[in-house]
C-alpha cells in the first residue's frame, strides 16, 4: 500500500490549493480515505474523510473549522483523493496528510477521527497561509 500526497505550497489567506492522495496497493470499495493535518507541538487532527457508501455514493465528513470551505472528493479511475481547499486561513497552516483505513462490513464501519485508528499513511505535503 503506498498513499503520496501532492499539491501543498504557499498560499496567501483567502487563496485556494488542491491537495491530491495517489492511492496505490488498494481499492476504494473496501478503504476508506482521510485527510489529517499536524502542527508542531500539536496532535494530528482529523480534517475529512471520504468513503465509498451503500449506495454507491460516497460518504463525507468534515471537521467543523473546514466545513463549507473544503471539500473531498475521489477518482475512482484514478484511484486518487482530491481535499478542494478555498478560502484558506493561517490557522490551516500545518502539514497535511493522507491516511488509509480498511473494513470489511460497511454496514458496521464509520470512519474515526483518532488517527491511531488509520492502517496507512503517506508522507505529508506542507501547507502554509500567509496572513
Known amino acids: 500500500v503506498q498513499l503520496v500526497e501532492s499539491g501543498g505550497g504557499l498560499v496567501q489567506a483567502g487563496g485556494s490549493l488542491r491537495l491530491s492522495c495517489a492511492a496505490s496497493?488498494?481499492?476504494?470499495?473496501?478503504?476508506?480515505i482521510a485527510w489529517f493535518r499536524q502542527v508542531p507541538g500539536k496532535e494530528r487532527e482529523g480534517v475529512s474523510w471520504?468513503?465509498?457508501?451503500?449506495?454507491?455514493?460516497?460518504?463525507?465528513a468534515y471537521l467543523d473549522s473546514v466545513k463549507g470551505r473544503f471539500t473531498i472528493s475521489s477518482d475512482n479511475a484514478e484511484n486518487t483523493v482530491y481535499l478542494q481547499m478555498n478560502t484558506l486561513k493561517p490557522e490551516d497552516t500545518a502539514l497535511y496528510y493522507c491516511?488509509?483505513?480498511?473494513?470489511?462490513?460497511?454496514?458496521?464501519?464509520?470512519?474515526?477521527?483518532?488517527?491511531?485508528?488509520?492502517?496507512?499513511w503517506g508522507q505529508g505535503t506542507q501547507v502554509t497561509v500567509s496572513p
Open positions: 491516511a488509509a483505513d480498511r473494513f470489511y462490513t460497511r454496514k458496521y464501519y464509520s470512519p474515526q477521527w483518532n488517527p491511531w485508528l488509520w492502517d496507512f
Open positions: 496497493g488498494i481499492s476504494f470499495e473496501n478503504y476508506a
Open positions: 471520504i468513503m465509498r457508501g451503500s449506495n454507491g455514493t460516497d460518504d463525507t
